[in-house]
């Protein structure tokens, strides 16, 4: 039996909801159906959009399977019945859907779709950008809405072929607002949450990055499968190389111009190391910090391991296919050129081919490079004992050979001689092996090469013999001495590189991070105990401690700088100079941390009285603003009571004692105003923050503007808020928005609930505001396109704001579609919803729910 050929799936990706990936999927099938394919709709969600319904005429559709869950009634695809018509094509819509739990025998529809493509099914399907698995969490921190149903990525990236479904914010908005994706209740909701141009152009952004990625990916599979070497330009990738030198940040700076000159263009740093561990002008630290340079500019750091660097490096770009080489000018002088040959630059121009090279010079250009520092690499014990040893080691041998005098062979003694001067190059390195191995050749000459007991040969191949096993015994032992100090070197680098592992590690946990990078040197440097001091007193000075090159003259204790005014005390242990440079590291971590933590201390001791200056703010201005109109109004309600040209009728009487009386009123809530603005300034006034519902200012707010409209409120959550500031603001708001309104229409508030904060919007349909305008109007005194100002001193949106923003809210003006000004008060929740999404409006993306 042959084996069912796997079915190939087409996935429609689209950028965001509503852009028509759905049309554009059931118009494939439309198209396979008019060449002649069976194709068969196993299942596609139209959501009422005539539109879409339409491009299901002439296709052959499945009933969907009826399920009951929880006392609802829902349809899914009818899986066995696809199996069973065994289309060549079927579609299928909302890849990432979850299935009603048991209305089939896959929890998620994308398992369906694995089935039929096992049975050898063709599959087109849709799937939006934020249901991908590795970009939920980045969605939910752009639109604040968690995504409940997903698709794994490699789902999609399996697929044989993937169409970008993209539009523009703006179209995508227009198409909105007329009502070509959501019912019209729906629309201002969805416009004002998941539907802003932000959300819209961050969700473009990904969906156009990720499919990038993905043909990438193709590509790169097409050019190994076919052999491709050569350089394809499809996207500028310079590649730098830095080998530690202090040219570093220069070749880095100059790769990076390069990179940014065309859209889109990667730069990536490759540093070449040796197989051996050898290097020479190499610095950890330089390459660490040129490292940080690299992935600041947005670049991508890469370590290869080569004995050639030029075919290394020019490896390493034909696989990344990249297009630009740079690196630069040899450090090594004419001299030294004119005698070692071509250099690194040289060979990799050589070997480039097709890949651009640049050789950008620097300062140190022909200088030579830089020597690294003579250090001690042996203990002091081991110093003494290696000379020793190479002069004691031979006697002790000869005296064990001369009892073994004719049982061994010439070859077989200088071969022992040979494995002595190996032990002795352990012991002491180098220079003590050359001693072990002129003492052996003096020894063998005299006591094991013929004529015995002198210091002459008889025979030349004797003294060849004798010459060569000095060279011998020098080389081995200085390959024995080099093996052992690039082992001691390796060790070395690979405890620096865990220590600043674990100092990476201690940095990111946050929290607790001083004591913690406090507890990590304590344990990586093995002292007793690490302190952090504010001061330290220099020589000569009165403090407890009294520093002498980086050590205490009395307690022997280690100190080194931590930041501006702060010093680490290590107690309780000697610490090397290189166990001082990682040390340093350390030092320089904890200092940033002491001054964030600073940082973080004045930040919050600052923000209580920023909220008291905002407060102070909005309530001098609210008197200014709010004074005359109830002082006149009172003013004349007396006045003409107290007239004698006048007979008031009773009604007359009452109306006027009515005005009067509420003016005082008006008056007297100022008063309070100012007498909270007194506590204020003496620091004793606290906002009455409680839960609020809207229900219970919106009446005394609209009272003013009478005719409002004003949506549905039963469900809104309470807000955090202060009722009479926030009573404020509100009819602020929207008395400013019925000044503007033309005749005939009304002013709408309507409210809903986004990642946790509750949004009130005051829309109205009048004649708007350029962006560049915006900010202008929330400064008081301003009256944007109105000249009149008998009517006010413009500080209503300025006193809007600032009484909002003492609140912890915030006031932002946003385009009502259609035309107009929609003004969004967002204030925080009295409670966070218990569950994910609670409170959230139905329109936020879920379009695989029905």
Same mark, same amino acid.
């Given at each position: 039996?042959?084996?069912?050929?796997?079915?190939?799936?087409?996935?429609?990706?689209?950028?965001?909801?509503?852009?028509?990936?759905?049309?554009?999927?059931?118009?494939?099938?439309?198209?396979?159906?008019?060449?002649?394919?069976?194709?068969?709709?196993?299942?596609?969600?139209?959501?009422?959009?005539?539109?879409?319904?339409?491009?299901?005429?002439?296709?052959?559709?499945?009933?969907?399977?009826?399920?009951?869950?929880?006392?609802?009634?829902?349809?899914?695809?009818?899986?066995?019945?696809?199996?069973?018509?065994?289309?060549?094509?079927?579609?299928?819509?909302?890849?990432?859907?979850?299935?009603?739990?048991?209305?089939?025998?896959?929890?998620?529809?994308?398992?369906?779709?694995?089935?039929?493509?096992?049975?050898?099914?063709?599959?087109?399907?849709?799937?939006?950008?934020?249901?991908?698995?590795?970009?939920?969490?980045?969605?939910?921190?752009?639109?604040?809405?968690?995504?409940?149903?997903?698709?794994?990525?490699?789902?999609?990236?399996?697929?044989?072929?993937?169409?970008?479904?993209?539009?523009?914010?703006?179209?995508?908005?227009?198409?909105?607002?007329?009502?070509?994706?959501?019912?019209?209740?729906?629309?201002?909701?969805?416009?004002?949450?998941?539907?802003?141009?932000?959300?819209?152009?961050?969700?473009?952004?990904?969906?156009?990055?990720?499919?990038?990625?993905?043909?990438?990916?193709?590509?790169?599979?097409?050019?190994?499968?076919?052999?491709?070497?050569?350089?394809?330009?499809?996207?500028?990738?310079?590649?730098?190389?830095?080998?530690?030198?202090?040219?570093?940040?220069?070749?880095?700076?100059?790769?990076?111009?390069?990179?940014?000159?065309?859209?889109?263009?990667?730069?990536?740093?490759?540093?070449?190391?040796?197989?051996?561990?050898?290097?020479?002008?190499?610095?950890?630290?330089?390459?660490?910090?040129?490292?940080?340079?690299?992935?600041?500019?947005?670049?991508?750091?890469?370590?290869?391991?080569?004995?050639?660097?030029?075919?290394?490096?020019?490896?390493?770009?034909?696989?990344?296919?990249?297009?630009?080489?740079?690196?630069?000018?040899?450090?090594?002088?004419?001299?030294?050129?004119?005698?070692?040959?071509?250099?690194?630059?040289?060979?990799?121009?050589?070997?480039?081919?097709?890949?651009?090279?640049?050789?950008?010079?620097?300062?140190?250009?022909?200088?030579?490079?830089?020597?690294?520092?003579?250090?001690?690499?042996?203990?002091?014990?081991?110093?003494?004992?290696?000379?020793?040893?190479?002069?004691?080691?031979?006697?002790?041998?000869?005296?064990?050979?001369?009892?073994?005098?004719?049982?061994?062979?010439?070859?077989?003694?200088?071969?022992?001689?040979?494995?002595?001067?190996?032990?002795?190059?352990?012991?002491?390195?180098?220079?003590?092996?050359?001693?072990?191995?002129?003492?052996?050749?003096?020894?063998?000459?005299?006591?094991?090469?013929?004529?015995?007991?002198?210091?002459? *040969? @008889?025979?030349?191949? #004797?003294? $060849?013999?004798?010459? !060569?096993?000095?060279?011998?015994? /020098?080389?081995? &032992? +200085?390959? %024995?001495?080099?093996?052992?100090?690039?082992?001691?070197?390796?060790?070395?680098?690979?405890?620096?590189?865990?220590?600043?592992?674990?100092?990476?590690?201690?940095?990111?946990?946050?929290?607790?991070?001083?004591?913690?990078?406090?507890?990590?040197?304590?344990?990586?440097?093995?002292?007793?105990?690490?302190?952090?001091?504010?001061?330290?007193?220099?020589?000569?000075?009165?403090?407890?401690?009294?520093?002498?090159?980086?050590?205490?003259?009395?307690?022997?204790?280690?100190?080194?700088?931590?930041?501006?005014?702060?010093?680490?005390?290590?107690?309780?242990?000697?610490?090397?100079?290189?166990?001082?440079?990682? *040390? @340093?590291?350390?030092? #320089?971590? $904890?200092?940033?941390? !002491?001054?964030?933590?600073?940082? /973080?201390?004045? &930040? +919050?001791? %600052?923000?209580?009285?920023?909220?008291?200056?905002?407060?102070?703010?909005?309530?001098?201005?609210?008197?200014?603003?709010?004074?005359?109109?109830?002082?006149?109004?009172?003013?004349?309600?007396?006045?003409?009571?107290?007239?004698?040209?006048?007979?008031?009728?009773?009604?007359?009487?009452?109306?006027?004692?009515?005005?009067?009386?509420?003016?005082?009123?008006?008056?007297?809530?100022?008063?309070?105003?100012?007498?909270?603005?007194?506590?204020?300034?003496?620091?004793?006034?606290?906002?009455?923050?409680?839960?609020?519902?809207?229900?219970?200012?919106?009446?005394?707010?609209?009272?003013?503007?009478?005719?409002?409209?004003?949506?549905?409120?039963?469900?809104?959550?309470?807000?955090?808020?202060?009722?009479?500031?926030?009573?404020?603001?509100?009819?602020?708001?929207?008395?400013?928005?019925?000044?503007?309104?033309?005749?005939?229409?009304?002013?709408?508030?309507?409210?809903?609930?986004?990642?946790?904060?509750?949004?009130?919007?005051?829309?109205?349909?009048?004649?708007?505001?350029?962006?560049?305008?915006?900010?202008?109007?929330?400064?008081?005194?301003?009256?944007?396109?109105?000249?009149?100002?008998?009517?006010?001193?413009?500080?209503?949106?300025?006193?809007?704001?600032?009484?909002?923003?003492?609140?912890?809210?915030?006031?932002?003006?946003?385009?009502?579609?259609?035309?107009?000004?929609?003004?969004?008060?967002?204030?925080?929740?009295?409670?966070?919803?218990?569950?994910?999404?609670?409170?959230?409006?139905?329109?936020?993306?879920?379009?695989?729910?029905?």
């Amino acid at each position: 039996m042959n084996e069912v050929r796997r079915g190939r799936l087409k996935v429609y990706l689209g950028a965001a909801p509503g852009v028509g990936k759905t049309y554009r999927m059931l118009d494939e099938g439309r198209r396979r159906a008019a060449r002649g394919v069976d194709v068969v709709v196993g299942f596609a969600e139209c959501h009422g959009r005539p539109g879409t319904e339409a491009m299901l005429d002439g296709l052959e559709v499945l009933q969907p399977v009826p399920c009951a869950y929880r006392g609802g009634r829902f349809e899914e695809m009818d899986l066995a019945g696809v199996l069973a018509r065994r289309p060549q094509v079927a579609v299928v819509d909302e890849l990432a859907h979850s299935n009603v739990p048991g209305g089939g025998r896959n929890a998620k529809r994308w398992q369906d779709v694995e089935e039929l493509l096992a049975a050898g099914i063709d599959v087109v399907t849709a799937v939006n950008i934020q249901h991908l698995e590795s970009i939920k969490d980045v969605v939910e921190k752009i639109t604040g809405v968690p995504q409940q149903e997903t698709v794994p990525d490699e789902v999609v990236r399996r697929a044989h072929q993937v169409e970008l479904v993209d539009m523009a914010p703006e179209a995508l908005r227009r198409r909105m607002a007329h009502g070509n994706i959501y019912a019209p209740e729906k629309i201002d909701a969805a416009l004002a949450n998941y539907f802003r141009p932000g959300n819209l152009t961050a969700l473009r952004q990904l969906a156009l990055l990720w499919t990038a990625d993905r043909v990438d990916e193709a590509l790169q599979t097409y050019r190994a499968e076919h052999s491709i070497g050569r350089v394809w330009e499809t996207r500028e990738r310079v590649v730098v190389a830095l080998t530690g030198g202090p040219e570093g940040d220069t070749l880095i700076r100059r790769a990076a111009r390069i990179a940014d000159r065309s859209a889109g263009g990667d730069l990536l740093a490759v540093h070449v190391a040796r197989s051996d561990g050898l290097a020479t002008g190499f610095s950890h630290a330089s390459l660490a910090r040129q490292r940080r340079l690299v992935e600041d500019l947005g670049g991508s750091y890469h370590s290869v391991v080569g004995d050639d660097a030029a075919t290394a490096l020019v490896d390493f770009a034909r696989a990344e296919n990249a297009t630009q080489l740079v690196l630069g000018s040899s450090r090594r002088g004419r001299l030294e050129r004119f005698l070692t040959g071509s250099g690194t630059g040289e060979r990799v121009v050589a070997l480039s081919g097709d890949i651009d090279v640049h050789q950008v010079t620097h300062e140190r250009a022909g200088r030579g490079t830089l020597l690294p520092s003579r250090r001690r690499t042996l203990s002091r014990a081991r110093m003494i004992a290696g000379p020793v040893a190479g002069l004691v080691l031979p006697l002790l041998l000869t005296i064990v050979l001369a009892q073994l005098r004719g049982t061994l062979t010439l070859t077989s003694e200088a071969l022992l001689f040979l494995l002595a001067v190996v032990g002795v190059a352990c012991i002491g390195g180098v220079a003590s092996a050359v001693i072990a191995s002129l003492t052996a050749s003096v020894l063998l000459n005299y006591w094991f090469i013929p004529p015995i007991g002198q210091f002459t *040969l @008889a025979d030349a191949n #004797a003294l $060849v013999a004798l010459g !060569v096993f000095a060279v011998v015994a /020098a080389t081995v &032992a +200085a390959v %024995v001495d080099r093996s052992l100090r690039l082992s001691r070197r390796a060790a070395r680098a690979t405890a620096e590189a865990e220590t600043m592992s674990s100092l990476a590690g201690s940095i990111v946990r946050g929290g607790q991070t001083i004591p913690a990078l406090l507890e990590r040197t304590r344990e990586t440097f093995g002292v007793d105990s690490v302190e952090l001091v504010s001061e330290v007193a220099e020589e000569g000075g009165t403090g407890a401690v009294r520093l002498r090159g980086g050590r205490t003259d009395e307690d022997g204790d280690t100190v080194v700088p931590a930041g501006p005014g702060g010093y680490l005390v290590l107690r309780g242990g000697a610490l090397s100079a290189s166990e001082r440079r990682v *040390l @340093a590291a350390f030092a #320089a971590h $904890v200092g940033a941390a !002491v001054e964030r933590a600073r940082l /973080a201390e004045a &930040a +919050a001791e %600052v923000e209580p009285v920023r909220a008291a200056d905002r407060m102070r703010t909005a309530l001098l201005r609210a008197v200014g603003h709010d004074l005359r109109t109830p002082l006149a109004a009172g003013w004349a309600a007396v006045t003409s009571l107290r007239s004698r040209d006048v007979e008031f009728s009773a009604v007359d009487r009452d109306e006027l004692l009515a005005t009067a009386d509420e003016s005082m009123a008006k008056l007297n809530r100022l008063v309070e105003n100012l007498l909270d603005l007194s506590r204020l300034e003496a620091g004793v006034l606290k906002l009455n923050l409680r839960p609020t519902s809207l229900e219970e200012v919106l009446p005394a707010a609209l009272t003013d503007t009478p005719g409002v409209e004003v949506g549905d409120l039963e469900r809104i959550p309470q807000v955090l808020a202060d009722p009479p500031l926030l009573e404020r603001v509100i009819a602020n708001l929207v008395g400013n928005a019925d000044r503007y309104a033309p005749a005939g229409t009304k002013v709408l508030v309507s409210a809903s609930v986004l990642a946790g904060r509750v949004e009130l919007r005051v829309v109205d349909r009048g004649p708007g505001l350029p962006v560049a305008g915006r900010e202008r109007l929330f400064e008081p005194f301003q009256r944007l396109g109105d000249t009149d100002n008998t009517t006010g001193l413009g500080l209503g949106l300025a006193l809007a704001r600032g009484l909002t923003e003492a609140m912890s809210g915030t006031v932002s003006p946003e385009d009502t579609p259609g035309g107009g000004l929609t003004m969004v008060v967002s204030m925080p929740l009295a409670e966070r919803p218990d569950a994910p999404g609670a409170g959230m409006s139905d329109h936020v993306g879920q379009g695989s729910r029905r």
